[in-house]
């Protein structure tokens, strides 16, 4: 019986030249990698906001700065329990575009003092 280790049964030699696991490393490198893509996946989508709330954050940029962060929380809150419609979501997207509110130029936000500003930005009825 020989007692080299390259005749048991169940050796496997590594594969140094294509560079890819082997042997006892081969499947928790492959569960690594798999759990490292579902959370990546599951990062990608938390940190995505509808087009609505996304408006409506970009509203909160305009009220007074100790008040912005109560007005950012009212927006999540009320997009948690009001599910907006595809309809109302394609208006939203349609109101990012023309709502030119800039966070860093809080002059922009005298757009929402004209009637043309109001509906660029969806607050007019």
Avoid: Y
């Avoid at 940190?47 to 940029?61: A, F, I, N, V």
């Avoid at 009320?78 to 130029?105: H, W």
Wanted: with cysteine; proline share 6%.
């Amino acid at each position: 019986m020989s007692s080299r280790r390259s005749d048991h049964p169940t050796f496997r030699p590594p594969l140094l030249a294509s560079r890819t696991p082997s042997g006892i490393f081969a499947h928790p490198m492959r569960r690594a990698t798999a759990l490292t893509l579902l959370c990546s996946a599951l990062l990608a989508l938390a940190g995505c906001k509808s087009p609505c709330r996304q408006l409506s954050e970009r509203l909160c940029d305009c009220v007074e700065a100790f008040q912005r962060d109560d007005c950012i929380q009212a927006v999540a809150d009320r997009e948690r329990s009001l599910e907006p419609t595809d309809e109302d979501l394609a208006a939203c997207e349609e109101r990012l575009d023309t709502c030119k509110i800039d966070a860093n130029d809080r002059k922009t936000c005298d757009l929402l003092l004209t009637d043309e500003g109001k509906a660029a930005c969806g607050l007019a009825r």
